[in-house]
């Protein structure tokens, strides 16, 4: 396992943040690091991983900051809403966006004014935890797509494994012992430069989504050992909440019976 040293100034809140979690993730897990020097030393890029537990960012940004990043989110709008934790998130670095809202456009100026100062964003495309039964990363949402596209930035596909036997979905109680294993592996960047060339679009931006979700999704295959599924689960076709816990209350739709 290679670990590269951070050249980036990280400021107070990011200083604090590695005092406390650091420590902390190395009593409480192994881990795996594999190919993370793929992520670039300097310059504007996008990390895209796939999303299986609440610790993934902790956990993630660990695997970033051990390859000589500063990791920065874009961070659900709700966490910004305490004050004290607002002032923490905005200086080291994080975004606000608002899913599922048209205010989330500002989340998508901020990252491409972010990557122009060459900054390192961190994005799950999936935009939430899984809903694929077996863990498998799901349909993608199309913001790291456009952000690629917007600023022709490198993205670099990440795999992981092990953080939901830490803190499986949906729920509170971490599981430590004994300790677990957390396994991620970075892959070579989405190859986008065909669709840089076309004019952005819906269709264009799909295809970049896809191509993003597929990379992921070989770098999971290849960890878990096993295949993945034919199909990448859909919970909107499937009925099912795109955001917060599905088993809060009845999720699937109600569909109106066609008369």
């Keep these: 396992m290679r670990v590269r040293k951070l050249e980036q100034p990280r400021g107070w809140a990011m200083t604090v943040a590695a005092a406390i979690l650091k420590p902390t993730l190395l009593a409480a897990t192994s ?6 020097e793929k992520i670039p030393a300097t310059g504007g890029c996008i990390v895209v991983i796939n999303h299986i537990s609440h610790v993934d960012p902790l956990l993630s940004a ?3 900051y051990d390859h000589g990043r500063l990791p920065r989110y874009l961070a659900k709008s709700g966490l910004f809403t305490n004050k004290a934790l607002s002032g923490f998130l905005t200086s080291a670095g994080q975004i606000p966006v608002e899913r599922l809202s048209r205010n989330a456009i500002g989340a998508y100026d901020a990252a491409v004014r972010a990557i122009g100062e060459g900054e390192c964003i961190v994005i799950y495309p999936e935009g939430t935890l899984t809903r694929d039964p077996d863990l498998w990363p799901m349909k993608g949402k199309t913001g790291a797509a456009r952000i690629a596209l917007a600023t022709g930035c490198p993205v670099i596909p990440v795999g992981q ?15 430590l012992v004994p300790r677990k294993d957390i396994v991620m592996k970075a892959g ?11 004019p952005q679009s819906a269709e264009t931006t799909a295809r970049a989504t896809e191509r993003i979700m597929s990379a992921i999704t070989a770098l999971v295959a290849d960890i878990r050992d096993e295949p993945a599924p034919d199909r990448r689960y859909d919970p909107r076709a499937s009925g099912v909440r795109e955001i ?3 088993y809060d209350e009845p999720h699937r739709t109600k569909r109106k019976r066609s008369r």
Aim: aromatic content about 10%; hydrophobic content about 35%; overall charge negative.
């Design 31 to 36: 881990r795996t690091w594999i190919d993370g």
């Design 161 to 175: 494994w092990g953080a939901h036997e830490v803190l499986p979905p949906y729920t509170k109680r971490p599981h």
């Design 62 to 64: 660990h695997f970033v």
């Design 244 to 246: 917060g816990n599905p």
């Design 188 to 198: 070579d960047p989405v190859p986008l430069d065909d669709l840089l060339a076309l």
